[in-house]
Every structure is written in C-alpha cells, then in structure tokens.
T-cell receptor, first 117, second 112 residues
Framework: GAVVSQHPSRVICKSGTSVKIECRSL??????MFWYRQFPKKSLMLMAT?????????EQGVEKDKFLINHASLTLSTLTVTSAHPEDSSFYIC?????????????FGEGSWLTVV | KQEVTQIPAALSVPEGENLVLNCSFT??????LQWFRQDPGKGLTSLLL?????REQTSGRLNASLDKSSGRSTLYIAASQPGDSATYLC???????????FGTGTRLQVFP
C-alpha cells in the first residue's frame, strides 16, 4: 500500500537553530501534502498545505517565515522550523494523497518529534 | 468554521466490552469523515472512511456510522481487547479540499 515516510523521527536541537523535517511519498506522486502539529495529548492542528512547484498555503495564525515549507518534487515536501524555540517543541506529522488515484484516502507519515532545548 | 468534538475524552474499560465513541461536527457540509487510530508517540492509522453519501462502514470489529444532518458519527468497537488501547481521532474532509479537520480525540484504555 501507499506509504508516507518522515525523517527524522526524532530530533533535538538547540534554541535559535533551524531544523528540517522531510516528508516523502514512497510509492505515489503527491501534488499536495499537508503539515500538522500536535501538542501532547491534544489533537492535530493543520499548519499548512504544501503545493508542488508553488508556495505553501498557511493556516491562520501560523507564521510562514518561521515554518518554511518547500515542495520541490512530486514526492518530497520539507518543513523547516527556523530559529527554533522551546515552545516549538511538538510532534509534527505530514499527510499526502495519491494524485493519480480517485477517492480521498489520505496517508499519514509516522511523525517527527522535535525537542528544542 | 468547522469544529469537531469527540466524547468522551478518555475511556477505560475491561476487555470484552462493546464500546461507542462519539464524534460531532458543526458544519454538516462535509465530503467525508474518517476515523483514525494513534498509538502513543506514533503516526496515524486510518481505520474507516465514510463518504458523505454513505451511512456506515464496517471493518472487522469496527463499525462507523455517519448522520450528516445531525452532524454526528459514532465508532463502535465490538468485544474490545487490550490491543485496542490507543487514541481514536475522527476527522472531517470538505469538498474540493484535502484538508482534514480533526476532533479532540478519545483516549481508550482496555484492561485485561
């Protein structure tokens, strides 16, 4: 079946540095991917829609200059947390839909834990 | 703005019980509704997807129903097992978008 892979699964970075998280669709093409954020014991909050070959669309309240999204190919989207602070520590998870298949099955990655110290 | 709520927030039951998890949404103009399972610290596993034109979907011991007009969905788990312990999330999808709006989740613990 379709698989979405995220890397790294866990990352610890120092405050003030930037960290990049990758989201890959392994066996299908995805013109659109989604980035979510989840705080402990909370639900998923949509951050932005990543569009292949164009700018990402950010949800209200999400700082686009802090959470840089690049969707350079049909199988890869990256989320870069710039100048990370402890409050950015969270679980980040991406999702993607197979652009070549009908239906609306969306596949999620395994998520990436970010800890900013 | 679509808001999705799940009740109860947490549930602890002995194994063997039949369970009902509830999901409600404020805007009935949904394209579909999905139920997911999330194990601690892990990603999401899709359990059931119900299109707006459907009333229910079944997979093994799981049955999900959808009542669009009242803005509600239920996930029924038959003969619960300790391995069912996880957080269950419902999410609604709108028309012409792949965005999902997630519910608040129900943390389920099934003890032996």
């Amino acid at each position: 079946g379709a698989v979405v892979s995220q890397h790294p699964s866990r990352v610890i970075c120092k405050s003030g540095t930037s960290v990049k998280i990758e989201c890959r669709s392994l066996d299908f093409q995805a013109t659109t991917m989604f980035w979510y954020r989840q705080f402990p014991k909370k639900s998923l909050m949509l951050m932005a829609t990543s569009n292949e070959g164009s700018k990402a669309t950010y949800e209200q309240g999400v700082e686009k200059d802090k959470f840089l999204i690049n969707h350079a190919s049909l199988t890869l989207s990256t989320l870069t947390v710039t100048s990370a602070h402890p409050e950015d520590s969270s679980f980040y998870i991406c999702s993607a839909r197979d652009s070549n298949r009908l239906g609306n099955t969306i596949y999620f990655g395994e998520g990436s834990w970010l800890t900013v110290v | 703005k679509q808001e999705v709520t799940q009740i109860p927030a947490a549930l602890s039951v002995p194994e063997g019980e039949n369970l009902v998890l509830n999901c409600s949404f404020t805007d009935s103009a949904i394209y579909n509704l999905q139920w997911f399972r999330q194990d601690p610290g892990k990603g999401l596993t899709s359990l059931l997807l119900i299109q707006s034109s459907q009333r229910e979907q079944t997979s093994g011991r799981l049955n999900a129903s959808l009542d669009k007009s009242s803005g509600r969905s239920t996930l029924y788990i038959a003969a619960s097992q300790p391995g069912d312990s996880a957080t269950y999330l419902c999410a609604v999808g709108g028309y012409n978008t792949d965005k999902l709006i997630f519910g608040t989740g129900t943390r389920l613990q099934v003890f032996p």
